[in-house]
């Protein structure tokens, strides 16, 4: 049974950093591309950052490129969004997912059949 849980999220003032982890079991993890994706109230859920199986290639939303940092460690079957300079724009809830073995790393959310819970990320201005 394949289980994504996130932690570190939190509430932070505009400007601040927080750093998100999502730690995967029931798959070969380096075999996997991972995403997070983001979902503010009222809105549609969003791609925020993906990176491939060996972590060598990332790609980033226009919206959060240069202040966030996509990154895993397969070894510990964990991947991680570092969050910088965030804004209250921000605000959402923050789910990792996982593609299908051996894909590239996507913007699409349907190429991602295993979800996290999601944490709550909050920025007050």
């Known amino acids: 049974q394949v289980h994504l849980v996130e932690s570190g999220g939190g509430l932070v003032q505009a400007g601040g950093s927080l750093r998100l982890s999502c730690a995967v079991s029931?798959?070969?993890?380096?075999?996997?591309?991972m995403g997070w994706f983001r979902q503010a109230p009222g809105k549609e859920r969003e791609f925020v950052a993906s990176?491939?199986?060996?972590?060598?290639?990332?790609d980033y939303a226009a919206s959060v490129k240069g202040r966030f940092t996509i990154s895993r460690d397969n070894a510990k079957n964990t991947v991680y969004l570092q969050m910088s300079n965030l804004e209250p724009q921000d605000t959402a809830v923050y789910y990792c997912?996982?593609?299908?073995?051996?894909?590239?790393?996507?913007?699409?959310?349907?190429?991602?059949?295993?979800w996290g819970q999601g944490t709550q990320v909050t920025v007050s201005s």
């Open positions: 990176i491939r199986r060996s972590g060598l290639s990332t």
């Open positions: 029931g798959l070969t993890f380096s075999s996997y591309p």
């Open positions: 997912a996982s593609g299908r073995p051996y894909q590239s790393n996507t913007p699409d959310p349907s190429d991602y059949p295993y």
